[in-house]
């Protein structure tokens, strides 16, 4: 079974720029899509990115267009999703999920993916 774990998150202040990785361990990376989720307390949890299995097709949620970018290393194992400006809104645990996918070019949708990390926490405050 394929397992996620992300890292990079911390408190920042606003303005500042962060950027979360997630490890893909049991699983053979270069077969999935990934994406990547965030939750802030009392909100649903929002779509914010997703990236292909070639990289050549990405999604952004419009709330992060022209902040975030999503990339992905094939030799690491490893999803990154660069993000700047931050600002209080970004406030969110930042989770990375997997979908198995056939087409290389191929963007998940939100219902696609099949298993989550656990989540890492962003904290935007001055």
């Known amino acids: 079974q394929v397992q996620l774990r992300e890292s990079g998150g911390g408190l920042v202040q606003p303005g500042d720029s962060l950027r979360l990785s997630c490890v893909v361990s049991?699983?053979?990376?270069?077969?999935?899509?990934m994406g990547w989720f965030r939750q802030a307390p009392g909100k649903e949890r929002e779509y914010v990115a997703a990236?292909?299995?070639?990289?050549?097709?990405?999604y952004y949620a419009d709330s992060v267009k022209g902040r975030f970018t999503i990339s992905r290393d094939i030799a690491k194992n490893e999803l990154y999703l660069r993000m700047n400006r931050l600002s209080a809104e970004d406030t969110a645990v930042y989770s990375c999920?997997?979908?198995?996918?056939?087409?290389?070019?191929?963007?998940?949708?939100?219902?696609?993916?099949?298993?989550w990390g656990q989540g890492t926490q962003v904290t935007v405050s001055s």
């Open positions: 990236i292909s299995i070639r990289g050549d097709f990405r």
């Open positions: 999920a997997a979908h198995l996918a056939r087409d290389v070019h191929y963007v998940p949708r939100s219902s696609d993916y099949f298993v």
């Open positions: 049991e699983g053979t990376f270069r077969d999935y899509a």
